[in-house]
């Protein structure tokens, strides 16, 4: 069983802001796979859909991001989820826009959504796709940055990467060990 989590706020004033680009790539997975977010629980909106011989769960939590990890570990738990077979899907603003980098596992780095994450589930022993964001040229607090939306100029690149992200996440849960989905997608 997989669970493939995009972090982000659940707000609709977020819904296209920086800080939401987990959200949107899972949200892009699950127009690939044909399902909804249509259960309620766990902190967040979620669907589960077969995968070949998997079950995958494909959660958004609404905890707002820096407690992303409390709906992470409340339905990993309850499915029993391994951590390696856990995907967290999330901005990054050290990799430029249009690219994503997959990892096996890690530590959080500045994310607090990610931090949370670890902290909840207790490890950095799950993959996880970050989505460039890097701030060319931002002047200002970060966090107005993150919060702001797609700017305009780079939205087909945005794009692009979520649905990198997207592809990447189903070759995962189709059974690509995930050193080989790095090389296929990292970039």
Do not use: C, W
């Not at 899972?26 to 998997?54: I, P």
């Not at 999330?90 to 596992?105: F, Q, V």
């Amino acid at each position: 069983m997989f669970l493939v989590v995009g972090l982000g706020n659940p707000d609709a004033k977020y819904k296209n802001n920086i800080h939401n680009l987990g959200f949107m790539a899972v949200d892009a997975l699950a127009d690939k796979l044909g399902v909804s977010f249509d259960k309620k629980g766990h902190k967040g909106v979620y669907s589960t859909v077969q995968v070949g011989k998997e079950k995958v769960v494909l959660l958004k939590p609404h905890t707002y991001m820096n407690l992303s990890g409390e709906s992470v570990q409340s339905i990993a738990s309850f499915y029993k989820i391994p951590d390696e077979n856990i995907l967290v899907i999330y901005d990054d603003l050290d990799i430029e826009i249009g690219s994503i980098r997959i990892r096996a596992k890690g530590s959080a780095g500045t994310h607090n959504g990610m931090k949370s994450v670890v902290n909840m589930l207790s490890s950095t022993l799950f993959p996880r796709i970050r989505i460039g964001a890097k701030p060319d040229g931002f002047k200002g607090d970060i966090i107005d940055y993150v919060l702001s939306n797609l700017p305009k100029d780079r939205l087909p690149d945005f794009e692009r990467a979520i649905d990198r992200a997207a592809e990447s996440a189903l070759s995962f849960i189709k059974g690509e060990k995930i050193d080989i989905v790095m090389n296929k997608f990292n970039g």
